[in-house]
């Protein structure tokens, strides 16, 4: 009854969470399914997703039908005598036409999501992200010289609300109802730019700059992690964006300008130096 209770707990706020605003956007206890979404990049994913589930919930029916149905119409009490059949036109036919079909009607609107979140017009703001062993550094070219790195929050100074693993000292703020490019790199080995309810996930490779962008509907703390394994600390790389109106986000670039100018250390560079 303890497990049937929390079972029930679980989808009941899987339904309601969507309905309220995105206070923190992170793996839950429990969680089945996909992170709910906070962007039409993640919108057009849980769809996809949904298609495909039905796609292949009607097919395992079938082919589960279909082998009951053999295994009691051909079974060696009803048919003692097997017949001999070494082909059948038109059954291999149309066992390879069908799955044809069914793959093009999985690729057509794979394709058309692959090209969605590839890229965006017209967008109203460019950041960079650039994956280092083990933080992020993030900057802003069109908006002055804002760069800074983010770091975990090492578990021993976590205050009260933060999360282990997933919490770290300079969150990347992005405007909330604005589409952003973001632009993907990295300084050292390949890592991965991944935020599961924006439907963001990007590689950051050396030498390389990758584009893909994101369009947050609701104010609140989303939180990824690098999930390209890229050394010791792979773990240690958490991702965490700040979304804000608007209006707030402009007030923030102006102290972002000066407090990020020169290219901010971040307080927590000892830990990572220490655990390189």
């Not at 009490?77 to 038109?90: A, I, W």
């Not at 794979?110 to 993030?138: A, C, M, N």
């Not at 994101?214 to 999930?227: A, F, H, L």
Request: glycine content about 4%; overall charge neutral; aromatic content about 12%.
């Amino acid at each position: 009854m303890h497990l049937i209770r929390r079972l029930l707990t679980f989808y009941v706020c899987s339904f309601l969470l969507p309905l309220t605003p995105a206070l923190a956007q992170q793996p839950r206890p429990w969680e089945t399914g996909m992170q709910p979404a906070f962007s039409p990049v993640k919108q057009q994913i849980i769809s996809l997703h949904t298609e495909l589930m039905w796609i292949i919930t009607l097919i395992t029916v079938f082919v589960a039908g279909l082998l009951l149905w053999v295994c009691y119409r051909y079974s060696a009490k009803r048919n003692p005598t097997p017949t001999q059949t070494s082909h059948n036109t038109v059954l291999e036919v149309a066992w390879t036409v069908l799955p044809v079909l069914i793959l093009v009607i999985i690729a057509v609107p794979s394709f058309q999501l692959v090209y969605y979140e590839d890229r965006t017009v017209d967008p109203d703001l460019t950041i960079k992200v650039t994956g280092h062993q083990w933080y992020w550094e993030y900057t802003y070219p069109e908006k002055g010289p804002i760069d800074f790195q983010s770091y975990i929050v090492p578990e021993d100074q976590l205050k009260p609300g933060q999360l282990r693993l997933l919490d770290v000292d300079n969150q990347l703020v992005l405007p909330v109802g604005k589409k952003v490019r973001i632009l993907t790199t990295s300084g050292d080995v390949i890592h991965s730019f991944f935020i599961p309810s924006l439907g963001v996930q990007r590689y950051a490779i050396p030498g390389r700059t990758i584009e893909t962008w994101v369009e947050i509907t609701q104010p609140g703390d989303y939180y990824g992690e690098c999930n390209q394994i890229c050394g010791t600390n792979h773990s240690q790389m958490p991702i965490s964006i700040h979304a804000i109106p608007a209006a707030e986000f402009d007030t923030w670039l102006t102290s972002a300008k000066t407090k990020y100018s020169q290219g901010t250390l971040s307080p927590n560079i000892r830990f990572a130096e220490a655990t390189h």
